[in-house]
């Protein structure tokens, strides 16, 4: 995969912590580590999504966070399906297919003030927003939106 492909994968990066050299600046607010499988070295992402994202962190102008493993949070990006029944994620997630994030500001944004700004993206409004007390669930289905609340 890689530039110029809708998905970049474990086999585009040389280490976890940083992107393709493509990618640096394309995706300057993250790292590949946060969007990572939590029980393997699987990396499957949209590079629409990521896209998406970074658009909603310059957005936003605050921090946004995936994984967090420091809080016990290391399944809110790419899901193997064994990440996705220990998530308790549904079968047809949009997190097995890369598809997905949840994401938060820690305090610096709620979910709902995320939400109303991903819903300028494009790649959010035409896909999936979710708000979950603490996150939003963010992705880019290809079948039509689902905006909802947990």
């Known amino acids: 995969m890689g530039q110029g492909s809708d998905y970049i994968t474990h086999h585009d990066l040389a280490m976890w912590e940083a992107w393709p050299s493509w990618a640096k600046d394309r995706w300057k607010n993250f790292s590949p580590w946060e969007f990572r499988s939590g029980t393997s070295k699987e990396f499957l992402y949209s590079c629409r999504l990521l896209d998406a994202l970074q658009e909603l962190r310059d957005k936003a102008g605050v921090p946004l966070y995936v994984n ?36 938060d500001a820690r305090g610096a944004m709620t979910p709902f003030q995320l939400a109303q700004i991903a819903k300028t993206i494009p ?15 963010l992705d880019d289905r290809p079948d039509g939106p689902y905006h909802g609340t947990k």
């Open 68 to 103: 967090q493993p420091e809080h016990g949070l290391t399944r809110r990006g790419f899901r193997t399906p064994a990440d996705n029944t220990q998530a308790g994620g549904v079968f047809n997630s949009q997190h097995l297919a890369g598809r997905a994030a949840d994401v």
């Open 123 to 137: 790649a959010f409004a035409q896909g999936g927003i979710i708000i979950y007390r603490t996150f939003v669930h």
